[in-house]
């Protein structure tokens, strides 16, 4: 009888070896896609909140169009002026404000003016939109010493030198 049980032991030990062999041999094929590692969502918001952004600033040029600097601008910038804005689901500037400036009350004013001639902006993505259907933002405005503009969001390659 003991013979009989270790023989049944042993027979159930192959058994399970062979299972697992065959289990081991078997390929699965995943769905197609199932491989593709997802983008996380902060990546998709931050590639649409810089294409949004690139809309805007070409609304502001448009809107703009003698203040805007062409070509490059000077090494040394007459000023640099962060405006906040906040945008509702329609595009509407509904605040603005001097975020950080050098002090220039006309690059300000220009900057602020702008923004406002330039609303209603283009309707932002859905998913950029917080809970109150508003999307805050932050752009730079480049002035050289005539008072002409790049926004940072899309501005040509600074100067190095200065002339």
Not at 16 to 42: D, F, M, R, W, Y
Not at 97 to 126: H, M, Q, W
């Amino acid at each position: 009888m003991t013979s009989n049980l270790k023989i049944s032991h042993i027979a159930r030990i192959a058994l399970a070896l062979s299972i697992a062999a065959t289990i081991a041999a078997c390929t699965i094929t995943p769905p197609p896609g199932a491989l593709e590692t997802p983008k996380p969502a902060a990546a998709l918001n931050s590639a649409t909140l810089d294409q949004y952004k690139m809309r805007v600033a070409q609304q502001i040029f448009d809107r703009n169009p003698s203040l805007v600097l062409r070509g490059t601008p000077q090494a040394m910038l007459r000023s640099l002026v962060v405006v906040a804005f906040t945008v509702d689901r329609s595009g509407r500037v509904i605040h603005s404000s001097v975020y950080r400036t050098n002090g220039d009350d006309e690059t300000e004013a220009t900057a602020l003016a702008s923004l406002r001639r330039a609303s209603p902006l283009p309707t932002p993505p859905a998913r950029l939109l917080d809970g109150n259907g508003q999307l805050e933002l932050f752009e730079d405005w480049l002035f050289n010493d005539n008072g002409r503009f790049q926004l940072r969001s899309a501005h040509s390659p600074q100067a190095t030198t200065i002339d």
